[in-house]
């Protein structure tokens, strides 16, 4: 992603007077800070104000979760058992929403950001100025200070994080998490920043864990540090511009400055102020509140289990310890969080938002790439498909490749690749597109022992596991099936299609027949089905959302993946259809997100109470 961003000096750099008309005028800026998108919010009807008090252990995240699954408002709790702070949650859990807190503007920056790039190369006077307006954008990047800080309206030293709202948002949860904490942190060498996202366990008044997955810019900086030695020190803000949150979220590369992007999102420079205490790092000075310290080398502490994004309980872990020494926060803070679980969560919003505003600069990046999805219904991570050109033959390798190394990409688990233009969001047609070309002797590759997403417990090891990559490139080589005929063989209960050439059957548990889905693939019955999917219940078929979340969660390609035959031709694996894949739950696997009984039944007598005007 290092591209676009050597784009701005090329157009600081140019000798052509720039427009002095305002930049982009059919766009406004974005807001400056939270309260004046709850604000928006209000005017728009999209917030509803829960008045009754309301428990921040299970209640609060079932009531969001509801909230959510309707299609519901942002909710501002006002009064918060055992807090003085209201909470705010489902900010950004719908699409109008997104719209309200970041608007066309940054969609159209990006476009006129890869137009710049595509015609400046090299410089052309008429081309300057006819992307005038984006080089008065640019002179808006980055960051200024300011003496007017709310962040800094109070100082609560010692540390006193217990007397935060931090919701337990799932009844087998190590404890309570700060879940929209934007964390900051700097190379102890270089000095560039990295602000994410990233989990943190309250453990006490002043401690709490730093979950640093692999692929994470945070751990790096403290990796880095803890090899010196030495200390990092650590920033968190709550709240704050929703560009500044954003721009946490965003998976940038390692070392692209994410305040840039917060500025470039905003419309102007970001507001920071001097730490009152003295420390290396500066405090967004719009933020609701912000948590300074540090994490000292070696030291670890177990962290987790906490209900997570793919919709099961991550497991306990040792991670890093972020020492609060002080919390500045407005008089009158909000405390923002967000609710994670079982897909579709707001984390599925605000994914799917930053996919679209940054695909069309995938082409920059990987030229080979012409477009490019993940499913955030597998937990983002867990499946990817793409349309990449194929100039010659295997080209789409090229481009298959240059994904799985690029960033957080790289923890990708299956891979989709087709040559033809196709709606990526419609996956039952795009299975389909690839299904009708694929070959099983030389389109699907599986690579073991490889970097996992950290919360994918398929393999049953931490970290490690494997990928697959499948191909549907050119002609249709087959018609696809898309009835289902014949009876079933003993051992297996139903068998639903999920799409043409995919069929979904039902059989036994895996611990019950480990090797059901391997007989599965030597069955005749299925040899014209390109895509076998074996399953404890053949109704997720029924659900795209469902199909989605359960197989590509539940299984991994090196342990999962069987076919009617297996041969070694050239060194690789030549496959005869079907291919199965085992999409069973196995021994092992975390426990499923499922609300407690009698949180549902509390949340059910309660909601005329939370919600007088209905729902």
Known sequence: MNQPHVLFP??????????????????PNMHPNLRTFLDLLTRENEITT?????DPYLEAAEIHRRVIERGGPALLFKRVKGSRYPVVTNLFGTKR?????????PEAIVRELVQVAESLLPPRPAELWKHRALGREVLKLGTKNTRRSPVTQVRDEP??????????????????????????????????????????????????????????????????????????????????????ILAAIAPLPEDVPEL?????????????????????????????????????????????????????????????VFEVDAVFHRRDAIYPATVVGKPRQEDFFIGDYLQQLLSPLFPLVMPGVRDLWTYGETGFHSLCAAVVK????????VSGFRILGEGQLSLTKFLLLTDAPQDLHDFPRLLEHVLARFDPQTDLFI??????????????????????????????????????????????????????????????????????AA????????????????????????????????????????????????????????????????????????KELIVRDDISDLVDRRWREYFPQGM
């Not at 470039?264 to 790092?281: F, N, S, Y």
């Not at 967004?284 to 906490?306: N, Q, Y």
């Open 447 to 516: 690579f073991a022992n490889v970097s996992m997403d950290t919360l994918d417990y398929t393999s049953g090891k931490v970290n490690e596991g494997s990928k697959a990559i499948m191909l549907g490139l050119g002609e249709a080589r087959r018609e696809l099936p898309r009835e289902f005929r014949g009876a079933l063989p003993q051992g297996f209960s139903a068998a639903e299609v999920f799409c043409g050439g995919c069929v979904v059957v039902q059989g036994r548990s895996y611990a019950e027949d480990p090797e059901q």
């Open 260 to 320: 840039v992007l917060a500025s470039l999102l905003a419309g102007e420079k970001l507001k920071l102020t001097q730490d009152p205490l003295g420390g290396p790092h500066r405090l967004a000075a719009e933020a609701e509140f912000a948590l300074v310290g540090k994490a000292p080398p070696d030291k670890r502490k177990p962290e987790g289990p906490f209900g997570d994004h793919y919709g099961y309980y991550s497991l306990q872990h040792d991670y890093p």
């Open 10 to 27: 090329v157009i600081l750099c140019s000798n052509i007077s720039l427009s002095p008309f305002p930049l982009f005028p059919q766009f």
């Open 519 to 590: 007989r599965l693939a030597k069955d005749r019955l299925f040899a014209d089905w390109p895509l076998v999917v074996l399953h404890d219940d053949a109704s997720v078929a029924q659900s795209t959302k469902d199909f989605l979340w359960s197989t590509w969660t539940r299984f991994e390609p090196a342990s999962d993946i069987y076919a009617a035959d297996t041969k070694v031709i050239r060194h690789h694996l030549a496959y005869t259809g079907p291919i199965v894949i085992d999409a069973r739950t196995k021994p092992g696997f975390p």
């Open 50 to 54: 829960i008045e009754t008090e309301v």
């Open 390 to 397: 194929e100039r010659y033959g295997r080209e789409a390798l």
């Open 159 to 244: 540390a006193r994080l217990d007397e935060l709202p931090v919701l337990t948002t799932w009844q087998e949860d190590g404890g309570p998490f700060i879940t929209l904490p934007l964390v900051y942190t700097e190379n102890p060498i270089t000095k560039k920043h990295n602000l994410g996202i990233y989990r943190m366990q309250v453990y006490d008044a002043h401690t709490t864990g730093l979950h640093w997955q692999i692929q994470k810019g945070g751990g790096f900086h403290y990796a880095e540090a803890e090899r010196l030695g030495q200390s990092l020190p650590v920033t968190v803000f709550l709240g704050g511009p929703p560009a500044l």
């Open 97 to 105: 929403r997104i719209d309200l807190a970041f608007g066309p503007k």
